[in-house]
C-alpha cells in the first residue's frame, strides 16, 4: 500500500476519534477529498521540478504513534534556546507533552489547537482564521487540513505582546517505526501586537520521520511578528513546512530560515499583503552537506499599493548536497509604488552539488521597482590568501569568509541568544573551531 | 507642445500596422490538412532525395506523438493543424536573371516594405536572399560569394547541390523529435536558407533574408541551417514583416547553427509580423526553435529585436560544447495591445572555460504580456564556466505585465554566475530631468527608450540597425527617437 492510500484510509479512522459535530470537519472532509484527487506532488508539476517526494513514499510510515513516548528534560535540553526564558510549546510524536511545555493564558494566548477547536471560547477565532489563508488546492496543506488536530495556537489581542519568545518544538521519538508528523500551528496578531516565535523540528531516531506541517500568520493593522524557523534536525528526517501569512495595514512580518540539517527539506513560504505599507522579510541561511536537499520556495503576493517586500537567501553546498531557491514575485495591477526585492547567492564548495534556482518576477503595475539578482560562484582567493598570510589556517579562514558571507541575513535576528545559537550551528556545521564567537 | 504619456499611450493604441498590406500573387497552393501523403508531395514538389523524404516522414511520426506545450505564459486559441495548407509557392516560374523579370507586383511589395532590390545591391552591399511564402526567387551576390568558396542559398537548393552537407548536419542541433513545433517543421519545412563558410573564409558582407508570409490560410515553416566550418566567420541577418490578415498564422520556423572550432556565427533577427489589431484580433503566431551549436573556442551571438507577431515563443540557445566557447544572446521585445511574448534564451555549458552573457529588454505597453524565460545550466564537467545574465523590463502603462523566469541550475563548483533582473517605468524624475534641460517630453521618452535599449541595439550590424529602429518606431512611434 502506498503512503497515499495509507492515508486515505487512516483517514476514517481519524474521523472516528474527533467530534464530528464541529464545524471543522467539513473543512477536513473538504481538504482529503482535495488530496484524494491530486495525492502527492510529482516532479511534473512546475512547482517541484527540483524536489522529488517518491522515496518518502515509499516508506512505510506510520500515521499515528501507537504509544505515548516521554522525554527527559536533561536529554533534551540542548534542542532548546535555553539561555533565556521563553514560553515552550513542546510536542513529543505530534502529543503535547504537558511536562515539558510553558504555556500561558495571562493577556495573550499561548496554548494548543487542540484546545482551541474544542473549546466554545475559541469557537469565533477558529472560523474567522483557520483554514483561511492557508490553500485549498495545494495537496500537502489540504494533506494536512483534513489530518490538522493538534498544533501550536497563539493568539496576541490588541496592544499586547507576550512578556518573553516562545518556542515551538516538535520532537520525532519514532521509537517504534517511520513516524509521519502533521502538526498545524495558527498564529494571530491583532492591531498593534508584537510576538517572537521560534519553531524547531528534532528527530531524536535513526528511523524515517516526515513532517508535513501547516502553519497560518495573520498580522493585522500595525502588528509584528517574528518567527525563526531553526532546521538542524538528524539527517533521516524530512520536512515539508508550509507557511501562509497574511498581512494588514502597516503590519511587519519576517521569517528567517535557517536550514543546516535533515534530508529532504521544502520551505514553502506564501506572503499575501493585504493592506497597505506593508512590510515582508523572507530571509534564509542554507549550508549543506552531504546528500542533504533544501527547497526554498518562496511567494510573495503584492496585492495593494504601497508595500515592501524585503527577500535575502544565502546558501552554501558542499559534497552531494543540493540546493533549490525558487522565489516568486506578483505584483498585482492596484498594487503601484511597490517595491519588492529579492536576493539569492550561492556557494558550491564541492563537484557533486548542485544548485538550481529560479527567481520569477510576475509584475502587473508599472510603477513599482522591483529587481532580483542571483549569484552562484566561490569565495574570493585573495581574501582567503589575505586571512592565510595573516596567519589563520585555510580552513578557519574558509569558515569566516562563510560566516561573513552569511552574515547579512543573521543581522536581522532580534533574539542575540538565537543569533549566537545559529553562529554556532554553523561553527560546527563548517567544522571550525574559532577562538572568538563565530 | 508638450507630449505626455498619457499622448504616446493613445497613440500607441491606435497606430495601425503600417506594412499591413496584401499582394495578389497567384499561388500554386496545397489542400489544407497534414497526412504522410502531404509530407511526401511536398517532398515530391521540391524533388528531394529519397533520405529527405525518409527524415520528415520520420519527423511526423515524431509529431503525430506529441502534444503541444503548454507551460508558455502565453494564452492564445491553438491552431487547428488540419485547416492549415502546407506548401504555397509564388507561381511564377522559371527563376529571373534580372530584377526585370521579376513579377511588378512582387518588386512594388519590396518596395513599400523599403527592401528595394536593387538599391540595397548598389548601397548596403548585402547579398539577399528573398524568401516570398516558401520559395526562394531571388539570389543576389552568389557569384561574389561563390568566388570564396561561400554557399549561400535557398534549403531546397542546398539538399540537390549539396546534399553531404545537409546531411550530416540537418537535426543535428534541433533533432527532430525536440519539441512539437520542430518536429512539425521538420515534417514539413517548404523552404529556407542554407549557409556554408568554408575553413578559414571570413564572409565578407552580411548574409541577409527577408522572410514575409503572404498568402491567406498558408502557414510558413523555414529551415535554416548556417554551417560555420573551422576558423571562419559569418554575420547573419533575419528580417520579416507580413501583411495584416485577421485569421491568425502560424509560423514554426527551425533554426540550426554550427560553429565548428575556432568559428564565429553572428545571427540577427528584426521581426515585425502582424502583432493583430488592437482588440487582439488576428495576427501571426510565431513558435521558432532556434539553437547553435559551438565547438572548441567557437562564438555564438544571437540579436533579436522582437516587435511583432501575436504571440511569441522563441528561445535562441547555445549548446556550449567545444572548451573556450562563448554564446551571447542580446535580445529586445517589444509588446503592445494584446500581443504576448514569452522569449529568452538557453545557454547550457559543457565545456570547459565556456563563458555566456544574456542581456534582454522587454518593453511593455497596451494590455500586453512579456516573459523572459531562460536557462542557465552548468553540467558538472564544464570547470569555470562564466554566464552574465540581465533582463531588464519597463512597463508602459498598467495593464500590460512584465514577467522573467530565469531558471539557473549548476553542478560544478567553479561556475560563476551572475543573473540580475529589474522591471520599471519611465521615472518622473528622469523626465523631469531632461525637461529641466530643455528637452521635450516627447524627446525625453525617446531617450530614455533608446538608452534603455541601446546595449542590445548596438549589437545589430550598421545595415540592420537602421532597420531595427524603423521597426520599433512602428511598435513604439513616439517614443523612439
Known amino acids: ?438 | 507642445m508638450a507630449y505626455t504619456e498619457e499622448e504616446l499611450k493613445k497613440e500607441l493604441e491606435t497606430k495601425e500596422y503600417e506594412y499591413g498590406f496584401y499582394t495578389d500573387i497567384e499561388s500554386d497552393t496545397f489542400p489544407k490538412g497534414l497526412s504522410e501523403d502531404i509530407v511526401i508531395a511536398i517532398s515530391q514538389k521540391k524533388q528531394e532525395p529519397e533520405w529527405m523524404t525518409e527524415w520528415r516522414l520520420e519527423a511526423f511520426r515524431f509529431w503525430k506523438e506529441m502534444e503541444e506545450p503548454e507551460w508558455a505564459n502565453v494564452k492564445y486559441e491553438k491552431p487547428n493543424f488540419q485547416d492549415i495548407s502546407y506548401y504555397s509557392a509564388p507561381n511564377k516560374k522559371p527563376k529571373y536573371n534580372s530584377l526585370d523579370e521579376v513579377d511588378p507586383e512582387l518588386l512594388d511589395t519590396f518596395k513599400r516594405l523599403g527592401i528595394s532590390l536593387d538599391e540595397q545591391k548598389k548601397l548596403a552591399g548585402v547579398a539577399v536572399d528573398i524568401v516570398m511564402d516558401s520559395v526562394s526567387v531571388a539570389t543576389t551576390f552568389k557569384k561574389t560569394l561563390a568566388e570564396k568558396g561561400i554557399i549561400f542559398c535557398s534549403i531546397s537548393e542546398a539538399i540537390q547541390d549539396h546534399p553531404e552537407l545537409v546531411k550530416k548536419y540537418i537535426g543535428t542541433v534541433v533533432p527532430q523529435k525536440d519539441n512539437f513545433y520542430a518536429a512539425l517543421n521538420s515534417a514539413v519545412f517548404s523552404d529556407g536558407s542554407f549557409c556554408y563558410i568554408p575553413k578559414g573564409v571570413r564572409c565578407p558582407m552580411e548574409l541577409s533574408t527577408y522572410f514575409r508570409i503572404n498568402q491567406a490560410g498558408t502557414g510558413q515553416f523555414e529551415r535554416t541551417l548556417v554551417i560555420a566550418d573551422e576558423g571562419s566567420y559569418v554575420s547573419y541577418l533575419e528580417g520579416c514583416t507580413a501583411p495584416s490578415r485577421d485569421e491568425n498564422q502560424l509560423h514554426a520556423a527551425v533554426v540550426e547553427l554550427i560553429a565548428l572550432d575556432d568559428a564565429e556565427i553572428k545571427y540577427s533577427t528584426v521581426q515585425n509580423w502582424y502583432p493583430g489589431d488592437k482588440e487582439g484580433k488576428g495576427g501571426v503566431f510565431n513558435f521558432v526553435t532556434k539553437r547553435g551549436i559551438c565547438e572548441e573556442n567557437a562564438k555564438i551571438s544571437w540579436t533579436q529585436v522582437e516587435t511583432g507577431s501575436a504571440v511569441t515563443w522563441k528561445y535562441p540557445s547555445c549548446v556550449l560544447k567545444g572548451d573556450n566557447s562563448i554564446g551571447e544572446f542580446y535580445s529586445i521585445a517589444v509588446t503592445n495591445n494584446y500581443q504576448q511574448a514569452d522569449t529568452g534564451t538557453k545557454m547550457i555549458h559543457l565545456g570547459k572555460n565556456t563563458k555566456s552573457t544574456i542581456i534582454s529588454k522587454g518593453i511593455s505597453a497596451g494590455q500586453s504580456q512579456n516573459s523572459y524565460r531562460g536557462l542557465v545550466q552548468v553540467n558538472s564537467r564544464a570547470e569555470n564556466a562564466r554566464n552574465f545574465s540581465q533582463c531588464d523590463s519597463l512597463l508602459m502603462g498598467n495593464r500590460c505585465g512584465a514577467h522573467t523566469f530565469p531558471y539557473i541550475e549548476t553542478k560544478n563548483k567553479s561556475a560563476q554566475i551572475e543573473h540580475e533582473a529589474t522591471t520599471s517605468k519611465i521615472g518622473e524624475d528622469q523626465i523631469f530631468y531632461c525637461n529641466q534641460r530643455g528637452i521635450d517630453t516627447e524627446k525625453a521618452i525617446a531617450l530614455i527608450v533608446n538608452g534603455f535599449s541601446k546595449e542590445v541595439l548596438n549589437k545589430l550590424p550598421m545595415e540592420f540597425a537602421v532597420e531595427a529602429q524603423k521597426l520599433l518606431e512602428i511598435s513604439l512611434e513616439g517614443s523612439v527617437g
Not at chain 1, 232 to 238: F, G, L, R, Y
Not at chain 1, 264 to 278: S, V
Request: hydrophobic share 35%; aromatic share 10%.
Open chain 1, 1 to 438: 500500500m502506498d503512503l497515499k492510500d495509507k492515508l486515505l484510509s487512516s483517514f476514517i479512522a481519524f474521523e472516528n476519534n474527533v467530534d464530528l459535530d464541529n464545524p471543522i470537519h467539513e473543512v477536513r472532509s473538504e481538504a482529503i477529498k482535495n488530496f484524494e484527487e491530486k495525492g502527492f506532488p510529482s516532479k511534473k508539476e512546475e512547482a517541484w521540478k527540483y524536489t522529488s517526494l517518491n522515496n518518502l513514499q515509499k516508506v512505510d510510515f506510520s500515521v499515528f504513534p501507537k504509544q505515548e513516548n516521554t522525554l527527559e528534560y536533561r536529554d533534551i535540553k540542548k534542542y532548546f534556546l535555553h539561555e533565556i526564558d521563553t514560553y515552550k510549546i513542546v510536542f513529543i510524536d505530534g502529543v503535547y507533552s504537558s511536562y515539558l511545555s510553558e504555556t500561558t493564558h495571562d493577556g495573550v494566548d499561548v496554548c494548543l489547537m487542540s484546545a482551541a477547536f474544542n473549546k466554545p471560547m475559541y469557537k469565533q477565532i477558529i472560523e474567522l482564521y483557520f483554514n483561511k489563508v492557508a490553500s485549498k488546492d495545494e495537496s500537502l496543506t489540504t494533506l494536512n487540513t483534513a489530518f490538522s488536530r493538534e498544533g501550536a495556537y497563539i493568539y496576541i489581542p490588541k496592544n499586547k505582546a507576550p512578556r518573553k519568545p516562545i518556542q515551538i518544538i516538535h520532537f520525532a521519538t519514532g521509537n517504534e517505526a517511520a513516524l509521519m508528523l502533521q502538526p498545524r500551528n495558527l498564529i494571530i496578531a491583532e492591531e498593534n501586537a508584537e510576538v517572537q516565535i521560534i519553531e524547531r523540528h528534532q528527530s531524536l531516531t535513526g528511523n524515517e520521520v516526515f513532517t508535513n506541517s501547516v502553519t497560518e500568520i495573520y498580522a493585522a493593522k500595525d502588528a509584528i511578528v517574528d518567527f525563526y524557523k531553526v532546521q538542524n534536525d538528524a539527517k533521516t528526517a524530512s520536512l515539508v513546512d508550509n507557511t501562509y501569512i497574511s498581512q494588514k495595514d502597516n503590519s511587519v512580518v519576517r521569517v528567517h530560515t535557517f536550514s543546516f540539517g535533515g534530508k529532504m527539506t521544502r520551505n514553502n513560504l506564501n506572503f499575501y499583503q493585504n493592506g497597505e505599507r506593508i512590510d515582508s522579510t523572507l530571509k534564509g541561511v542554507t549550508i549543506l552537506g552531504e546528500k542533504q536537499h533544501v527547497d526554498h520556495h518562496t511567494l510573495v503576493h503584492h496585492a495593494q499599493p504601497n508595500c515592501e517586500s524585503h527577500q535575502d537567501y544565502k546558501g552554501i553546498f558542499g559534497e552531494k548536497s543540493t540546493g533549490v531557491f525558487n522565489g516568486k514575485i506578483i505584483v498585482d495591477q492596484i498594487a503601484q509604488k511597490t517595491n519588492a526585492f529579492q536576493q539569492n547567492n550561492n556557494i558550491l564548495l564541492s563537484d557533486k552539488a548542485t544548485i538550481n534556482t529560479k527567481p520569477q518576477l510576475e509584475i502587473f503595475a508599472d510603477d513599482v521597482k522591483c529587481s532580483h539578482g542571483c549569484t552562484i560562484g566561490q569565495l574570493d582567493e585573495d581574501a582567503l590568501f589575505y586571512l592565510q598570510s595573516r596567519g589563520i589556517p585555510k580552513k578557519e579562514a574558509t569558515a569566516l569568509l562563510m560566516y561573513a558571507f552569511a552574515n547579512n541575513v543573521l543581522e536581522s535576528v532580534r533574539i542575540p541568544e538565537l543569533k549566537k545559537r545559529i553562529n554556532k550551528i554553523i561553527a560546527n556545521t563548517l567544522g571550525v573551531r574559532v577562538g572568538f564567537d563565530l
